[in-house]
């Protein structure tokens, strides 16, 4: 690289032996400044910054490596974020992180030199992308990512794609979680997290449940017409779309359109934006599940759901977030609050889906709480409908 070109990279682990390798494999090619922690972090980035690039861990106690590059994203938008990490997080880091070419991810261990050109790349990169675009970072201009988000709509550009959920007891899969995908024209395959808050903004979340609806309900169609067992097809609602009003109408009329039975469709309320009328949600939540649609409650653990509010939703089923799965295992208190949880869901007449199952020893040890269902990449990573097909005719006997 030039030699006007800002060569200072933060370095930021938990693990000194890890800073203190890194920092000899990269010292004769970069300004290397250390961090211990997130916190340390964004204090170096006041102090001493502005970086060329941030190299983060993932998994660092109080802040983690990914709050960290959100908050980053933020204060320091013009910075090559790159992640190092021991366990494969993509998704996570990627739907956290992904403005195209600012970003890298790279799995524990990585050789000096790869990760050292990895960053070099990078860095150029972003300075081209900077010079082409006249200094204007993509993700500062809502109006424009919110038109981007109206265009995809028009040109579709929204894929749909499945991960299969699997009973525990006997590995039967019961059905799949619809996921998206925005195929951007310019950055590729986007994970929703990339772009859900700019859709929140711009007033397109129902848009998108609704077009998700539809897809989802389409290819559960076609499950049953190629006479595949009977499985659910689970959507993810907020509890904004569950008050709008005539949004149970909605979800029926799109079943008829396609001839299916309530019992085909899930509908997985996950915690978007302040319920601005919790008890509307409710309401429409009884609605559906008196018609015989499934409803159940997504990310459950990670944010704010109060378990006030549990008991009087009409939810069938809780998907314990994987941050409880991600440490079964290492600590035993996860554990320990995977198994309250199968108990409380228990009293309260639900069931217990576990997310992001990926190990083998995390699935024994969610069997032993007694989960009664599945869903991770140890199951299957989510993929598009026609392979998913493919994947159900590979398991059976
Ligand atoms: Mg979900």
């Known amino acids: 690289m030039g030699g006007c070109v800002n060569r200072k990279i933060l370095l930021v682990d938990d693990d000194p032996r890890i800073l203190a390798s ?12 250390l961090a211990e922690s997130g916190t340390e972090a964004l204090a170096a980035v006041e102090r001493d910054g502005p970086f060329a690039a941030v190299v983060s861990d ?20 013009d910075t090559v974020r790159m992640v190092l990490s021991g366990h494969t997080d993509f998704d996570a880091a990627i739907a956290a992180v992904n403005d195209g070419a600012i970003f890298r991810f790279h799995t524990k261990p990585v050789r000096a030199e790869i990760l050292a050109d990895s960053l070099e790349r990078a860095i150029l990169r ?3 992308i900077r ?7 993509p993700g500062e201009s809502l109006v424009r990512a919110a038109e981007e988000l109206r265009q995809a709509f028009e040109h579709q550009q929204f894929r749909l794609y499945v991960q299969p959920q699997c009973r ?24 929703p997290a990339t772009f859900l808050a700019t859709l929140d903004a711009a007033g397109l979340t129902q848009d998108l449940t609704a077009w998700m609806l539809r897809r989802a309900c389409i290819e559960a169609r076609r499950w049953r017409d190629a006479g595949l067992p009977p499985m659910r097809i689970a959507v993810n609602a907020t509890a904004l779309d569950f008050c709008a009003p005539g949004f149970p109408e909605m979800v029926r009329r799109i079943l008829a359109e396609q001839g299916l039975a309530p019992s085909a469709l899930e509908l997985e309320l996950t915690e978007g934006a302040a319920v601005a009328d ?6 429409s939540m009884l609605n559906l599940t008196e018609q015989g649609i499934a409803t159940s409650l997504d990310d459950f653990g990670s944010g704010y759901s109060a378990l006030g509010w549990l008991r ?8 314990v977030d994987r941050i409880f799965i991600d440490e079964l295992g290492d600590d035993p208190a996860a554990y320990r609050m995977l198994q ?14 576990a997310e992001g199952v990926e190990t083998e020893r995390q699935m024994e040890l969610v069997r032993d709480a007694g989960c009664d269902y599945v869903q991770g990449y140890l199951q299957a990573s989510p993929m598009p409908p026609e392979d998913f097909t493919v994947w159900l005719a590979g398991r059976r006997p």
Not at 22 to 33: E, I
Not at 59 to 77: I, K, Q
Not at 172 to 188: D, K, N, Q, S
């Open 131 to 137: 010079q082409t675009r006249g200094g204007i970072d």
């Open 168 to 191: 525990v007891a006997d590995g039967t899969v019961t059905g799949a979680e619809a996921l998206v995908r925005w195929a951007h024209p310019e950055r590729g395959l986007l994970a």
């Open 340 to 353: 309250a949880i199968v108990g409380l869901a228990g009293d309260l007449g639900m069931t217990v889906l």
């Open 278 to 283: 919790p008890a509307g949600a409710r309401a």
């Open 126 to 128: 972003h300075i081209e």
């Open 58 to 77: 993932m998994r660092m106690p109080g802040m983690s490596g990914l709050d960290l590059l959100c908050e980053l994203r933020r204060r320091a938008p």
């Open 22 to 33: 890194l920092r000899r494999s990269l010292q004769d090619r970069f300004d290397l400044y």
């Open 312 to 319: 009087h939703l009409p939810v069938a089923k809780i998907k």
